[in-house]
């Protein structure tokens, strides 16, 4: 058994005409400008670490002056608030949307005195808009985070004001549950056995199995797990814990278990190709860093051959993680510092999820609720 021993040992681990945008990330092609476009560029990175090439932006209809501004706030993402790439990039994705429809809505290029005079009707015919595309409420509330995002910086900066902004509520989304697995699903994804009938290499099964022991046995996030280096992961025997770096660029230390570590040992040593020590620790077929579509696929391949629901997914076996832990008595702040959520509200949703656990306490303690004979 695989994880037999998991839980209690982790419960005692404490478009065309538009400004170009050029914003630096760690790889990427640089795009070619078309002509007549103005450019404006900005080293955001997430740190002095990565190679700086820069990739183009596109931001129909905005002005030379708001473009100047989306790239100070952008630097000021990845600089000072430490986001990681992929968020800065989600972020840019969201105001570039938002300057589109306005450019096409107010009939001309926005400008920062044209920010400052929008007002609500401005704003919800933008979320209208989102609306018939299709969108969801929670996807159209991050939107409009981001536009917030960056009015509230060129508000503190003393650049303008978008006040028309903050005087329309955001959608109200409706909260979901998260759906882990069953304690004998999640130990079954974790074996290369169950893939046995695919026309696949020894080493791919052993690297996937190692993959997703580490997402169910330490509750890592996929970018977590796959930013990994060889020489961040001991050896079997050598030692029970791992530094991951998670959103915001913040490191937290995890436990790792035997049995997970013997996964990667048997990886490493199946892999055809070298790794070195200050490499990444999974890479693909083609010997570069592994894709996370690449884990996305295999759980779909594995959904297909257990039988497992829609639903189970790389992230679900964090939440497993999570869940599995409170059903055998993790106290929830514990459980918070494993996942590295930086609010306790965030990990009290598992509360929830394990609501037959509590149910089955509250039986057996509450006075009121024991039969009488």
């Known amino acids: 058994m695989l994880f037999g021993i998991m839980l209690q040992d982790l419960t005692n681990h404490k478009a065309a005409g538009g400004i170009i945008l050029i914003v630096s990330r760690p790889r990427g092609r640089k795009k070619r400008a078309q002509a007549g476009d103005a450019r404006v560029s900005t080293t955001a990175g997430k740190n002095a670490q990565h190679d700086h090439v820069q990739r183009d932006h596109v931001l129909p209809g905005a002005g030379a002056d708001v473009a100047a501004e989306v790239a100070r706030w952008l630097g000021h993402l990845a600089a000072e608030r430490r986001m990681s790439p992929k968020t800065c990039e989600a972020y840019e994705r969201d105001v570039r949307q ?15 005195p044209r920010l400052a005079r929008l007002a609500p009707p401005d704003i919800r015919a933008f979320m209208a808009a989102r609306r018939g595309e299709g969108i969801s409420g929670r996807s159209l509330a991050r939107v409009l985070a981001g536009a917030r995002s960056f009015a509230r910086f060129i508000e503190r900066n003393g650049s303008g004001k978008v006040g028309g902004l903050f005087a329309v509520r955001s959608p109200k989304i409706a909260k979901t549950l998260p759906k882990p697995l069953a304690v004998a699903a999640a130990r079954r994804v974790t074996q290369s056995e169950v893939r046995a009938g695919e026309d696949r290499e020894p080493w791919i099964f052993a690297r996937d199995a190692a993959v997703l022991g580490l997402l169910y046995g330490s509750g890592l996030r996929i970018s977590e797990a796959l930013s990994l280096k ?4 001991p050896l079997p025997g050598q030692g029970d814990a791992i530094t991951v ?38 890479i693909g077929a083609k010997g570069g860093p592994l894709s996370p579509r690449i884990v996305q696929l295999t759980m779909e391949r594995l959904r297909g051959v257990l039988g497992l629901a829609e639903t189970a997914t790389p992230h679900a ?7 599995h832990l409170l059903a055998r008595g993790g106290d929830l702040r514990s459980i918070q510092e494993l996942l590295g959520h930086a609010s306790l509200s965030t990990t009290q949703v598992y509360t929830a999820v394990d609501s037959e656990r509590l149910l ?7 006075p009121r609720a024991r039969k009488v004979s």
């Open 230 to 233: 060889r020489q961040e992961v």
């Open 317 to 323: 076996l964090r939440h497993s993680f999570a869940t």
């Open 360 to 366: 089955e306490v509250y039986r057996n303690t509450h």
């Open 245 to 282: 770096t998670g959103k915001g660029n913040k490191r937290r230390m995890v436990p790792v278990l035997g049995q997970v570590l013997e996964l990667v040992a048997d990886y490493v040593a199946l892999c055809p190709n070298e790794l070195a020590a200050d490499g990444p620790l999974f």
């Open 98 to 112: 938002f300057l589109s429809f306005l450019c096409e809505h107010l009939g001309s290029r926005v400008t920062l």
